[in-house]
């Protein structure tokens, strides 16, 4: 079923971070396989995931925007070294510009209050 865009208002260029635990991993990997053989695509939806909006700051970047979704729980984090994410949820982040994506957020809030009045 086609989805129809009611509005779009573009955000500053945004980071994708996807993170799968071993099982997501493992389903992936046999979409992944399957789409090769039959020499198509592949989509991975992770459904029902909890969300947050999150103002985050590192060193090398300082304050951005992040979006996130969980596969469990908010509030636990992993801690890993980069040798491959062994986490008990799957996790996907979009980070962007403070700034920008800020004043792109406030124009589609702008949309948003409209369309609820």
Same mark, same amino acid.
């Given at each position: 079923? =086609?989805?129809?865009? #009611?509005?779009? #208002?573009?955000? =500053?260029?945004?980071? #994708?971070?996807?993170?799968?635990?071993?099982?997501?991993?493992?389903?992936?990997?046999?979409?992944?396989?399957?789409?090769?053989?039959?020499?198509?695509? #592949?989509?991975?939806?992770?459904?029902?995931?909890?969300?947050?909006?999150?103002?985050?700051?590192?060193?090398?970047?300082?304050? $951005?925007?992040?979006?996130?979704?969980?596969?469990?729980?908010?509030?636990?984090?992993? *801690?890993? =070294?980069?040798?491959?994410?062994?986490? =008990?949820?799957?996790?996907?982040?979009?980070?962007?510009?403070?700034?920008?994506?800020?004043? $792109?957020? *406030?124009?589609?809030?702008?949309?948003?209050?409209?369309?609820?009045?």
């Amino acid at each position: 079923m =086609p989805i129809e865009i #009611v509005e779009k #208002v573009p955000l =500053p260029r945004t980071n #994708v971070l996807i993170r799968l635990n071993p099982d997501d991993t493992k389903f992936l990997l046999g979409r992944v396989r399957e789409a090769v053989r039959r020499g198509t695509g #592949v989509n991975l939806i992770l459904e029902s995931l909890r969300a947050a909006a999150c103002l985050i700051e590192s060193k090398e970047r300082g304050k $951005q925007i992040s979006l996130n979704t969980y596969s469990d729980s908010l509030s636990y984090r992993v *801690e890993t =070294p980069m040798k491959g994410y062994n986490g =008990p949820w799957s996790h996907i982040e979009l980070v962007m510009n403070l700034k920008l994506g800020r004043l $792109q957020l *406030e124009a589609f809030t702008d949309i948003l209050r409209k369309e609820a009045t």
